[in-house]
């Protein structure tokens, strides 16, 4: 039963990207008082290390899946590899006929039935891990091989190793940055959380994506809070999602003024919040508040 | 011309972009098509308004066994490479939601007892905005998988002079599968440190897929250099500049065009198209 574990997981994801996920994150991890691990789960475009810092203590290599390639020596051009290939995955070049990598989803129908088994199918490796120390806590984080596939597999080895880490050093808190949309990486993050975490602006673009993650979050059942961030931005908006959140029964844990300290300290390499005294870090503080009280 | 707008980081500006090249091409006698590609989250239509004349639902062909005809070979099983079927000892389980739509489970099974159904992964929607042709995906909810409807989606494209795809953010399979028609990748950066390791990433992907890119700097005055600085090292063209301007972002806070409250912008937008061009 989830309620029995002894820590608990909560991963703020977005639907829109570029609403602030990532700021977040590295200010929440750093205002923690119980000591907490951290995922970076936005694996295709990860970024919180470069405010984390981290010392990277453990790597590995990530495979998900498999990749065809044709050897061009075996192959007669019959053309069967690209007559059963669903992914448009197979293109003529000269006679033969070559396998796209960047197409190729690793199903091996090609190197089944190929009449002259001219086709290699085998591991590859789509990426990399990491388990780093930081100054906020153990991260769990990875790089994503550049027009890779798999990206929710990898995240769920993340999230597998962040419990492992969570037990073995008795943290109570998991705290995953997930990845923007509704696809894959954004599911593998939030399936048996604890609680989702919903960053969002107040645009009529950020509060179509609010409603439509907003549903994925219901979907698998887990329990939405909702932070709105620029919400200086367009007071309407914002009282537009603040009552979308009322009708879904999604807690609204706090609204982030508009404001330029969140590039200043980007760019310093700290939070927000470790940036100096602000009434943006106040404001983040009482959304961390809000927060630990949903998560009680 | 098929031009697509991407970027590494979420939130760059690639629909903002898309939709006002869009709007000033269309005015400028062009035929133009915006397809959103983003079938997660599509905005352009917040901003296109279109209406919409035709929704066509889109489907992954997955397993359906077929127990009278099925004799527990385990050939299904062999195949998958997503454990989206396992042949047990007395039945055979499908997880639809995994399958890849790839065929081999039918294709292998002796006794032809494997049908495909569909599994439903969204709808594609045709229409009109003015003069541009509007095409949009929009994944279903609970669905994992885009790349799939974004194919589907690409197939769909009506015929145009322009074709603007509007992608989703990222550098991995949804946005390979959405930009692998492009004739020319627009990348959208800002430029902070977050913004420079994603565009480092997105440059990376399109070196890959060896498509001609230039790179455009949204809210160009904050942040840093760095992203400027990396560009002129790289020997990355700077196509448009955009700097950070609180009524542009009220502006697109409600889903109004940069062009429509800054028409001042019209000229850069050709200008955009214009070195585009020159870029191929």
Redesign the interface.
């Known amino acids: 039963m989830l309620s029995s574990r002894p820590f608990k997981e909560l991963v703020i994801i977005s639907g829109k990207g570029g609403t602030g996920k990532t700021s977040l994150v590295a200010s929440l991890v750093s205002l923690n008082e119980t000591t907490n691990v951290i995922a970076d789960c936005d694996v295709d475009a990860a970024d919180l290390h470069l405010i984390l810092a981290p010392k990277i203590k453990q790597r590995d290599t990530f495979s998900g899946g498999k990749m065809a390639s044709i050897v061009a020596e075996k192959c007669s051009g019959c053309g069967k590899c690209a007559e059963l290939c669903r992914f448009g995955a197979i293109v003529p070049t000269g006679n033969i006929f070559r396998i796209e990598e960047t197409g190729c989803e690793g199903c091996g129908v090609c190197a089944h039935f190929c009449p002259e088994q001219a086709i290699d199918y085998s591991s590859v490796i789509n990426g990399e891990w990491f388990v780093s120390n930081t100054r906020c806590g153990p991260l769990v984080h990875a790089k994503l091989g550049i027009a890779e596939e798999n990206s929710g597999k990898l995240v769920s080895l993340l999230r597998a190793r962040a419990k492992k880490i969570a037990l073995a050093e008795g943290h109570k808190t998991i705290i995953i940055d997930g990845a923007p949309g509704i696809g894959c990486p954004v599911i593998a993050s939030i399936t048996g959380a604890n609680l989702v975490l919903i960053v969002t602006e107040p645009t009529l673009s950020g509060l179509h994506d609010l409603e439509r993650v907003g549903e994925l979050a219901g979907h698998f059942k887990i329990p939405v809070s909702v932070c709105i961030n620029k919400f200086d931005l367009n007071e309407d908006v914002t009282r537009m999602i603040t009552t979308l959140a009322s009708v879904e029964g999604w807690k609204v844990c706090g609204k982030i003024s508009y404001d330029p300290i969140f590039t200043k300290a980007q760019v310093a390499g700290v939070s927000v919040v470790e940036y100096g005294e602000s009434r943006v870090a106040d404001e983040i503080r009482s959304v961390w508040n809000e927060v630990v009280t949903t998560f009680a | 011309m098929k031009i697509a707008i991407a970027s ?5 500006g690639k ?1 903002t972009i898309a939709i006002n090249m869009a709007l000033v091409l269309s005015d400028n006698e062009h035929g133009v098509t915006y397809v959103d590609c ?1 079938v ?2 599509p ?1 352009g239509h ?1 901003f296109l308004k279109p209406q919409i004349t035709e929704v066509v639902p889109s489907f992954v062909p997955v397993p359906e066994v077929d127990k009278e005809k099925c004799n527990l070979c385990g050939e299904c099983g062999e ?1 998958c ?2 454990s989206a079927i396992i042949p047990m000892k007395d039945n055979v389980l499908v997880f639809p939601e995994l399958c ?5 489970c039918s ?2 099974c002796p006794e032809n007892a494997i049908n495909e159904v569909g599994r439903s992964l969204g709808v594609i929607e045709c229409g009109t905005a003015g003069n541009i042709k509007f095409i949009q995906g929009r ?1 279903r ?6 790349p799939p409807l974004i ?1 589907e989606l690409l197939k769909k494209i009506p015929e145009s002079d322009i074709v603007i795809l509007d992608s ?7 946005v ?1 599968a959405a930009i ?1 028609p492009a004739d020319m990748v627009l990348l959208v950066t800002e430029p ?3 913004g420079l ?2 565009l480092k ?1 997105a440059v ?2 399109v070196r ?2 060896q498509l001609p890119f230039g790179v455009i700097i949204n809210r160009c005055d ?3 250099d760095d992203v400027l600085e990396y560009c002129k090292r790289e020997e990355i063209d700077i196509l448009l500049e955009i700097p950070n301007e ?1 009524r542009i ?2 502006a ?4 109004q065009t940069l062009v429509e409250e800054l028409p001042e912008y019209r000229e850069r937008f050709v200008e955009l198209f214009e070195k585009c061009k020159k870029g191929l």
């Open positions: 590494g980081k979420g939130g760059t629909t983003d997660e989250e905005n917040i195949i490479a997503y890849h739509g790839c065929g081999g294709l292998v994944l909810i609970g669905e994992a998988m885009s194919r989703p953010p990222g550098t991995s399979c949804p390979i692998k902070t440190p977050f390791n994603d990433l990376e992907m890959k897929l904050l942040g840093n609180r972002a009220e697109y806070s409600r889903g």
